[in-house]
């Protein structure tokens, strides 16, 4: 368990996902927000200003690439560790764009826990 409450930011417009990740995040002891668009999630970012956002490529109003490219640009934001996760082949779009971490969709549980715990330097 973190212990510490971390925020996790994710960009997400499928309710069953978003049962899916908040139940696994926060079963492991993390904080979650979730923003249903682009937009949405990078004035939650710069007004929750979260430890990790993730986001899928393909989100409506803004692309997750673009959301990337904001945050990493944003004095403000620029700290947060973004993770691009996509059932598209783009890891190296998604690291051009500033993204710490990228994964290919479909996710496992363990796997993308593992991706924030190394980018939070966490414990497992």
């Known amino acids: 368990m973190t212990g510490h409450a ?10 069953a996902v978003i049962d899916l990740a908040r139940h696994f995040l926060e079963r ?14 990078l004035s939650m970012a710069v007004e929750l200003r979260p430890d ?10 803004m692309d997750g690439l673009a959301v990337c ?6 004095e403000l934001t620029r ?4 993770v691009v996760f996509s059932v ?14 990228f994964l290919l969709k479909p996710v496992q549980e363990d796997r993308l826990l593992e991706t924030v715990q190394q980018l939070l ?3 497992g």
């Open 6 to 15: 971390l925020l996790v930011l994710m960009v997400e417009r499928n309710p």
């Open 28 to 41: 492991y002891g993390f904080r979650t927000a979730f923003a249903e668009d682009g937009l949405a999630a």
């Open 52 to 61: 990790v956002l993730i986001t899928e490529i393909l989100v409506p109003r």
């Open 69 to 74: 490219r904001q945050l990493k640009a944003h």
């Open 79 to 82: 700290a947060i560790k973004v």
């Open 88 to 101: 598209l082949h783009a890891r190296e779009r998604a690291l051009a764009a500033g993204a710490d971490a």
């Open 121 to 123: 330097a966490i414990d």
